[in-house]
């Protein structure tokens, strides 16, 4: 019996929105809230058997166990189109060049952002947006993907039937983001400038350091100082710690 859905968010506010979304389609669901795999862990094995999971704008990965359990499955909203699964999505398509984007609905898996696609929005990127903007973008393409499919994630208990759209490309790391990071003394104006505008940002911790004469620097705006605003037009080069 279908009776329950766990949301994985990374905000109770979140929380709060997307339930309420579901319970108007479906007044007698009970919901459980996560933010972390504790929480996930925490949940009992016969409420796993009569619910659904889904996550959202999370970086939690779900154990096989905890997928298995699951009477209904498991769904995750992936903040990027098909074709830039991982991590920190939006700003390897900024280096690429990119310019369509979107977001992915796709049953959860053991291994990340290989299940089966449910669901897909994509929009064109605008000329001159940051990687900041982009992730809003895609923020808000993702919230009315969800919406778009909350009355089937609400009220079917079965399977989402999947698109026949594939995953392609490649799946993104914290270790290829780190490395795009790290740019060597030698570096190509043309490459250094494409590394600037993707990950000149270092809102994910990992800042842009470039290694001169034994020496590493952080690139940073011209007027502030390391940790304020960076500017792509006008780096600058701070010593790292």
Known sequence: MFDTIILLTGSRDQQLALSELLRAHNPALAFRFAVSLQDIEAIERDVLGRSRLLAFTTGVIVPADILQALGHGAYNFHPAPPDYPGWAPAH????DGATRFGATAH???TRVDCGPIVGVETFDIPRGVDVRGLEQMTFVRLA????????DLACDAGPLPALGVGWSGA???RQMYAAKCDMPADIDPAEMARRI???HDDFRGIPLTINLHGTR???MSAA???GEPR????PALALAS
């Open 224 to 226: 502030g100082a390391v």
């Open 171 to 173: 799946k993104s790391t």
């Open 197 to 199: 505008r993707a990950f």
């Open 231 to 234: 500017t792509v037009d006008a």
């Open 107 to 109: 049953v959860m898996e």
């Open 92 to 95: 390897f398509a900024m280096y």
């Open 144 to 151: 009315y993907l969800f919406w778009r499919m909350s009355r």
């Open 217 to 219: 620097f952080q690139l």
